[in-house]
């Protein structure tokens, strides 16, 4: 039996049942179509983009009691699993549902989520970085955002990945600190004594890395230690 899981609510104990298949979109690229002159038909040109995508679930309410609960969980921004890909997880939005008093009467609640793109791995590949160049493998369909962590010890290190450099500048209050690179969110940061994240944004340069599918050139140059790649594999 299908079911799936919003924001870690098992959809089966809300008393739904999936009435169909569930397949998760896929995504591509957005195409625009730009018309030049002297030209009798128009150029296709792709963006760097990915469109969000719709996706219906269609279930059945078996217990009417836990129509107050159904509501109350399926709303707002989370991850959502769904039985036919236990691996992956969406970042979606739910659309309002139908009136209450409409499901009450049919029985059905046919739940629309608003997809960003790619599907993300439930249990990303952590690879813990030695010395010199490591070879890191990205296994998803599409370039991966990484999350990097090292701890420092000198005024700056350079995040080298396929030979393309990113620097991190790091004062003295900075050293011995772990630092935290969110190459999705594209914020660099440490956290402090009281538990607060400390943006060094403004200390970084170049474009955060990212990892091409298949095998990847990883270096830190600096004086590191504790250093590890959240390789965040994702699929379109």
């Known amino acids: 039996m299908s079911y799936f899981l919003f924001n870690g609510i098992d959809s089966r104990s809300l008393g739904l049942l999936v009435s169909r298949p569930v397949f998760r979109p896929s995504w591509a690229r957005e195409v625009s179509e730009i018309s030049a002159p002297g030209r009798t038909r128009k150029i296709m040109q792709e963006s760097k983009t990915y469109a969000n995508a719709n996706m219906t679930i ?7 009691e836990k129509l107050n609960e159904i509501y109350a969980a399926l709303s707002g921004y989370g991850p959502l699993q769904l039985s036919s890909r236990p691996e992956e997880y969406l970042k979606v939005y739910v659309n309002p549902l139908i009136p209450e008093a409409v499901a009450l009467r049919t029985a059905e609640l046919p739940i629309s989520f608003l997809c960003e793109p790619f599907a993300h791995a439930v249990e990303p590949t952590v690879v813990t970085l030695a010395s010199g160049l490591n070879l890191i493998n990205n296994a998803g369909s599409i370039f991966s955002a990484p ?54 944004n403004a200390r970084t340069f170049n474009d955060y890395p990212l990892l091409h599918t298949g095998e990847n050139g990883v270096e830190l140059v600096g004086t590191v230690s504790a250093a590890e790649i959240n390789v965040k594999e994702r699929w379109v």
Do not use: H, P, W
């Open 58 to 64: 269609n279930t059945v309410i078996t217990d009417t």
């Open 147 to 200: 999350e990097i962590r090292f701890t420092a010890t000198g005024e700056q290190v350079t995040v080298r990945v396929n030979g393309l450099d990113f620097i991190v500048s790091l004062n003295e209050a900075e050293q011995g600190k772990e630092i935290i690179i969110n190459c999705e969110d594209e914020v660099a940061y440490y956290v402090n004594d009281s538990d607060q994240m400390i943006s060094i």
